[in-house]
């Protein structure tokens, strides 16, 4: 047998074969596109896993505290420490005028007139004044922006106790959210003792006995119809009105004064 017949032969490389092998293995623009929108998309996925895993814990903590506050006085607010952060910036030894009082120390012409003043529903409603904010809805679409107005005296220490000043969505969502812990853990009673010990009644003055001493010299105890009326107008604007209690101010106080004891109180 010829050998010659069983050796390899050299010869030339099918080129085009190798190619087509290398383009095989080359991934499309339209798979390498997939894959970034997959791993995007799982990033994604991640990032609002852990706002959604934040959002329940900030929750879970406020909370945790409005528990706490149900039975212990509030000693410090949101707008408390934005307030006095304010004040400091201008005078390093700026000091709040604050002193908590229990509910039964503070004058009854106050809680009437505050009630008839901000929330004249407060005792009924479970936290929401569904007419006051379709009114505000209306003023909304009106000016295209979130329109002051319709809020309770729930939501209104809501946004106090935890949240800060300004007219956005997320901050009325917030305050929805908070207001609706608030009337589910404390008693009308409970929620009334803390908006008056803790809203603000002037430029550094926080809370009904506070106010009471500020402005008439007097415990909030001690308070009558036409000085607790002229506290309630301000509570809209406490440090304008602190300034500018005008005629106009004046008026809208007489008729508080006049209407406040229909005002039925916790």
């Not at 390093?92 to 604050?98: G, N, Q, S, T």
């Not at 309630?232 to 209690?245: D, G």
């Amino acid at each position: 047998m010829d050998g010659s017949a069983a050796a390899p032969t050299d010869g030339p490389i099918d080129a085009r074969r190798g190619c087509g092998d290398a383009a095989g293995r080359r991934t499309s623009p339209v798979a390498a596109l997939r894959g970034v929108v997959r791993k995007l998309s799982r990033w994604i996925g991640i990032a609002l896993l852990g706002v959604i895993a934040l959002a329940v814990l900030v929750h879970a903590v406020i909370m945790a505290q409005l528990i706490w506050w149900s039975r212990f006085d509030p000693t410090r607010t949101s707008f408390m420490e934005l307030r006095l952060e304010a004040m400091q910036a201008h005078d390093p030894d700026a000091r709040l005028a604050h002193r908590w009082v229990p509910y039964e120390r503070i004058s009854d012409h106050l809680k009437r007139a505050v009630v008839a003043a901000e929330d004249d529903k407060f005792v009924d409603h479970e936290g929401f004044d569904w007419e006051g904010i379709q009114r505000a809805i209306e003023r909304n679409q009106r000016h295209g922006r979130p329109a002051a107005g319709g809020s309770t005296i729930s939501q209104q220490l809501a946004k106090n106790l935890f949240l800060w000043p300004g007219k956005s969505y997320l901050r009325k969502a917030e305050e929805a959210l908070i207001t609706l812990m608030i009337e589910s853990l404390w008693s009308k009673r409970r929620i009334l003792e803390v908006y008056l010990n803790v809203v603000e009644w002037g430029d550094g003055v926080f809370g009904a006995e506070a106010a009471a001493r500020h402005y008439y010299r007097v415990p909030a105890a001690d308070l009558g119809p036409a000085e607790a009326a002229r506290l309630a107008v301000m509570l809209p604007n406490p440090r304008r009105y602190e300034r500018e209690f005008g005629p106009r101010l004046a008026a809208h106080a007489e008729r508080v004064r006049q209407r406040m004891h229909r005002s039925e109180i916790p």
